[in-house]
């Protein structure tokens, strides 16, 4: 593996090309353009928008590949998104120490948070999927969704620069951080159960899980999570990260703590006014 890695630096390969934004259909501009009034951000480079929301399934029997979809923009996405966040709490919170901002930012860049915001926004009609992954629900997936509103940041960076991207994130997620933090359903019940269960017993939580049911593109996992042998709560969920999420929920509501170890936030704390990026 780090011969593969020292091969990657050794490489010479070229930049890769910008999308070609002359090929878009009409048809498929116009529906960007529609995308660019509800983001709020009119772009120079229509095709960075486009790949932003081009899914790997739509890939499937086409003469392009993985690194064509959305996947290189999520990565870029989320370390744009986490720089512009941990800069915001970093100013705002300045009598926070790192642990509560790391929660914090933990749960403003949350999955279930970007999901929310992505279907605010409409995300998912826009997407570019594969009939099969539109069919078994898609537009509506949670990791689907999130994942393309980070590669939609990534397009903002890309063509606007770090100030524009500072805008949309602030707009879309920061001016309502208060009311996000403050959401018992934003909460991370894993950590929290963790944090809990090894401060008080020095154990860790297991999660296991019991049953899964019904078809691949629909299936439902049921999770018991257990501390030193013993089963102290059930959950279920579509997948199961949302299942052990649901497990932890469940054992904190048994002890009577849930949300009781959310985490701080600054007292200095003003909502920011909106701005139009």
Do not use: C
Request: proline share 4%.
């Amino acid at each position: 593996m780090l011969e593969r890695i020292k091969g990657w630096f050794r490489s010479s390969g070229s930049p890769a090309a910008p999308p070609d934004t002359q090929a878009l259909p009409p048809k498929r501009r116009e529906i960007l353009h529609q995308l660019e009034r509800k983001l709020g951000v009119r772009f120079k480079d229509l095709g960075l928008l486009n790949q932003a929301l081009l899914h790997r399934s739509y890939l499937n029997g086409r003469s392009a590949t993985r690194v064509d979809s959305n996947e290189r923009m999520e990565f870029l996405g989320d370390s744009v998104l986490g720089l512009v966040v941990n800069e915001y709490l970093y100013l705002k919170h300045p009598e926070e120490n790192e642990g509560n901002l790391t929660k914090i930012k933990s749960l403003i860049v949350s999955r279930q948070i970007l999901a929310q915001k992505a279907e605010e926004t409409g995300l998912g009609h826009f997407l570019l999927l594969s009939t099969s992954e539109s069919e078994a629900g898609g537009r509506t997936r949670a990791s689907i969704t999130a994942d393309a509103l980070e590669a939609v940041i990534a397009a903002i960076y890309l063509d606007q620069g770090l100030p524009s991207a500072q805008r949309f994130v602030k707009r879309i997620i920061l001016d309502e951080v208060t009311e996000l933090t403050q959401n018992e359903d934003n909460l991370n019940y894993k950590s929290l159960l963790q944090e809990k269960v090894q401060g008080e017993r020095k154990l860790h939580p297991v999660y296991r899980i019991r049953k899964e049911m019904g078809p691949d593109h629909e299936k439902t996992f049921h999770v018991d999570v257990s501390v030193g042998g013993q089963v102290v709560g059930h959950g279920e969920g579509h997948t199961k990260k949302e299942a052990e999420q649901a497990a932890a929920r469940s054992a904190l509501d048994r002890q009577g703590v849930r949300g009781g170890d959310r985490p701080r936030r600054g007292r200095r704390y003003r909502r920011p006014r909106r701005q139009q990026a």
